[in-house]
């Protein structure tokens, strides 16, 4: 939903946009025209692929398509003159594109998109833990893991509607903004051992972070919210065996806000194309 309101706010603002692989999309919008096929592709100046852009290796992510699209075809009918830009790019996107002399520019790794991204994330956030939550959000002892741009929008949210929130994160400095915030501290390298209190957890650190021991030491009736991309922060093979319940919640802002997701992506775009002279 992100890309195909992506594609509607570019065609409102007068480009004639081409819809690929998002056979959600319905016209009539100005300017915006459903392709079911790669025909006319060369023509485009811009070429905006998904976030992430792979699914899967050398698969494009493309859950509104009727049937899996490979990426192959699609570079294959690029040139290098044309401005190609995705988000998230794995290592077999970047090869393929170099093989055929493409230049993809990874909008996702633009920190304004980021910071962007970080606000609908914190507060889809909120809405798992609303409806997963048998208690209120005020009152409700949270450990945010990770003070990065999402965790420390997501700790002063929660705080704000009155959750007793800590942070756990590695950096000292971190620590110390936490706590000039009125939060509470734990350090990353030794939370075992002092998470039996908490209601919710929510990781934001894309990395394991939250193993058996971590684990074992949570109330079974704790809820896990994991935000972090890909392999995630949390050990689900072992929480699932604890019986603990673990919601690893991807791509929030497409799915709780795709107008301002998709807005997000657009202004990083012209950003981008801003800089290049184009």
């Known amino acids: 939903m992100r890309q195909a309101k992506l594609a509607q706010l570019l065609a409102e603002d007068g480009h ?49 398509s009727q049937m899996p699209q490979p990426l192959a075809p699609i570079l294959d009918a690029l040139s290098p003159a044309q401005f190609v830009c995705g988000g998230i790019l794995d290592d077999t996107c970047c090869a393929m594109a170099r093989e055929r002399g493409l230049t993809v520019h990874d909008y996702f790794a633009r920190e304004e998109l980021t910071v962007a ?17 048998p208690i209120t959000i005020h009152g409700a002892r ?13 700790a002063q949210r929660f705080a704000a509607l009155g959750a007793k929130v ?25 939370l075992a051992g002092w998470l039996c209190g908490y209601d919710l957890v929510i990781n934001t650190v894309p990395a394991r972070v939250l193993g058996r021991a971590e684990l074992e030491d949570l109330r079974r009736d704790c809820l896990v919210i994991d935000l972090a991309s890909k392999p995630g922060g ?17 791509s929030l802002p497409g799915k709780v806000a795709p107008v301002s997701a998709g807005a997000a992506i657009k ?12």
Not at 143 to 149: A, C, E, I, S, T
Not at 237 to 250: F, K, P, R, S
Not at 271 to 276: I, Q
């Open 16 to 64: 004639t946009v081409r819809l690929f692989a998002l056979d959600c999309h319905q016209s009539p919008i100005p300017g915006l025209v459903q392709a079911d096929s790669l025909q006319h592709i060369d023509r485009a100046d811009c070429v905006v692929l998904p976030l992430p852009v792979s699914q899967a290796p050398g698969i494009l992510t493309a859950p509104f």
């Open 117 to 133: 991204n970080a606000v609908p994330t914190a507060e889809g956030a909120l809405q798992v833990a609303m409806e997963h939550l």
């Open 142 to 154: 949270v450990l945010v893991v990770g003070f990065g741009r999402v965790g420390r929008l997501t």
């Open 166 to 190: 800590s942070v756990a994160a590695r950096k000292y400095e971190q620590l110390a903004w936490a706590q000039a915030m009125g939060l509470g501290c734990e350090h990353l390298e030794h």
């Open 234 to 250: 949390v050990d689900l093979a072992i929480a699932g065996e604890l019986g603990l319940t673990v919601i690893w919640a991807l």
């Open 267 to 278: 202004h990083t775009i012209y950003n981008m194309l801003r800089e290049l002279g184009l």
